[in-house]
């Protein structure tokens, strides 16, 4: 017999690694992969940080995305709900939402070791 199908409600999400400015909650997390939500109100910008050797995969449900990376935060792009974002291991970035809205973000990391490492700024 096959597996039988896992559903994780809302109020089962579990507080994932904290980065200031950004709420996020996880769905399912293995050795190799994680599941989550984030949310960022309006106006607010994230600390600089990166995923480890995780390879983050994600989608705007809500509100405006903002990230910003490259030598000494030179870089940036936009996405808007309905887009989708790859962050590749090892980038340092942050995080913003320049709407006033409140940013829903869904993403899948996949990897090993810890999923967000905190981080003074980019080098450069």
Same mark, same amino acid.
């Not at 597996?3 to 994780?8: F, S």
């Not at 600089?48 to 995305?65: E, M, N, P, R, S």
């Not at 940013?103 to 003074?120: E, H």
């Given at each position: 017999?096959?597996?039988?199908?896992?559903?994780?409600?809302? &109020?089962?999400?579990?507080?994932?690694?904290? $980065?200031?400015?950004?709420?996020?909650?996880?769905?399912?997390? =293995?050795?190799? /992969?994680?599941?989550?939500? /984030?949310?960022?109100e *309006? *106006? /607010? =910008? &994230?600390?600089? +940080?990166?995923?480890?050797? +995780? $390879? =983050?995969?994600?989608?705007?449900?809500?509100?405006?995305?903002?990230?910003?990376?490259? @030598?000494? *935060?030179?870089?940036? @792009?936009?996405?808007?709900?309905?887009?989708?974002?790859?962050?590749?291991?090892? $980038?340092? +970035?942050?995080?913003?939402?320049? &709407?006033?809205?409140?940013?829903?973000?869904? *993403?899948?990391?996949?990897?090993?070791g810890?999923?967000?490492?905190?981080?003074?700024?980019?080098?450069?």
């Amino acid at each position: 017999m096959a597996e039988r199908i896992r559903l994780v409600r809302a &109020s089962d999400l579990e507080v994932g690694p904290a $980065t200031p400015g950004m709420a996020r909650s996880q769905a399912q997390v =293995t050795d190799d /992969v994680c599941v989550l939500h /984030v949310r960022t109100e *309006g *106006g /607010v =910008t &994230s600390g600089w +940080h990166h995923h480890g050797d +995780h $390879t =983050t995969y994600g989608f705007v449900v809500a509100g405006k995305l903002r990230f910003e990376f490259g @030598v000494g *935060g030179s870089e940036s @792009v936009e996405a808007v709900p309905g887009e989708f974002f790859m962050v590749p291991p090892q $980038t340092i +970035h942050r995080e913003s939402n320049p &709407s006033v809205e409140q940013q829903i973000l869904m *993403g899948l990391r996949i990897g090993s070791g810890p999923t967000v490492v905190n981080v003074d700024g980019p080098v450069g």
